[in-house]
């Protein structure tokens, strides 16, 4: 179980399963947003985890401590940039399911702004990773808002990441190459 | 003094000037971008503050409270967001001086970030206030980074911005409407 700014239970137990070891898709995202920055490619940042602070401490003129703060739902999504002129923007979620992925992983106000992005031009998906098949997709944004719309089902199925979004493939540098479909996409589109 | 997410020292005196009452820059921005939100215009959002946490406690399964934190530097500006298919990127900043904007405002990464965006087609700027005189600018990031690069001064005179800036007239809704200028750079630049 992660926590957000990947903070950690202390008394959690160390579990490895055979198929899910290795870096979350957080952690991978980053890695690949680094590389991307390095090589001067694209300029994407995952936001800071809202916060709600509601104490604070000035133990001296130029210190603030935060004393008591809460994790609030985000209104956006979680990572947002620049990348060859066009504004990219997605959501990253897990999930350890083998047959759907549960719509509940993303707020109803992340759906309203998916939606208001792809209307204005942006370039909007979902970065989607099955953990135990070790398959990770990136959803656009149009086709997750379609499935929603048509569909009274409370999760998307398997198959429909399997039909209608593009796996990404394990690369080395960088770890998720997501902006080689980006560039589909923007061939495709735009 | 203003500490992020607006709070404030509680012993701290309520100082009221006659030229600088009212809200703070960052509130009107705030407004500003709920407004070109509500009539669908652009999805331009305040980046919550960066925070390292320190300590956490859960008292319940599902509740997490942070127990200490820290305000840490940005790497990046506090605004960014879409408009008219593009990548919109800015920092706000409110100073006392009636002669200068100091560069110390500014730090280093994002002043790399500024030049960053600048270079890959995105629309990056600043927006400085000048309280005592209420005179708001915006400066972009193209001759931000001129007078940098030229200027051997720790700080923008006012001259600068009246002569290479653009003025940001007060209006009522939006209180600042800055997209009236990005208008004009999009008409004039792209």
Redesign the interface.
């Not at 936001?47 to 916060?51: D, N, V």
């Not at 209307?119 to 942006?122: E, L, N, S, T």
């Given at each position: 179980m992660n926590?957000?700014?990947g903070?950690k239970?202390t008394h959690q137990a160390s579990i490895t399963t055979h198929k899910n070891r290795g870096m979350t898709l957080e952690n991978e995202l980053n890695l690949s947003n680094d590389f991307y920055?390095e090589i001067?490619k694209?300029?994407i940042?995952k936001?800071?985890?809202?916060?709600q602070?509601t104490k604070?401490d000035?133990p001296s003129r130029d210190k603030?401590?935060?004393?008591?703060?809460?994790?609030t739902t985000p209104?956006?999504t979680d990572y947002?940039?620049?990348?060859?002129?066009?504004?990219i923007?997605f959501e990253a979620k897990e999930t350890k399911s083998t047959t759907a992925f549960a719509l509940t992983n993303i707020h109803p106000h992340q759906i309203k702004?998916l939606k208001?992005?792809d209307?204005?031009?942006?370039i909007a998906f979902l970065i989607v990773r099955f953990t135990t098949l070790n398959e990770t997709y990136l959803l656009t944004a149009n086709k997750f808002i379609y499935f929603i719309e048509k569909e009274e089902r409370k999760s998307i199925p398997i198959e429909f990441f399997r039909n209608e979004a593009f796996l990404i493939k394990d690369s080395y540098q960088p770890r998720i190459d997501y902006l080689k479909i980006v560039d589909e996409l923007i061939g495709g589109i735009k």
């Open positions: 926590y957000p700014n903070l239970k920055r001067d694209a300029y940042y936001k800071p985890t809202p916060i602070i604070v000035y603030a401590v935060i004393k008591e703060g809460f994790f209104s956006t947002n940039g620049l990348y060859k002129g066009y504004y923007d702004h208001d992005i209307r204005h031009k942006g």
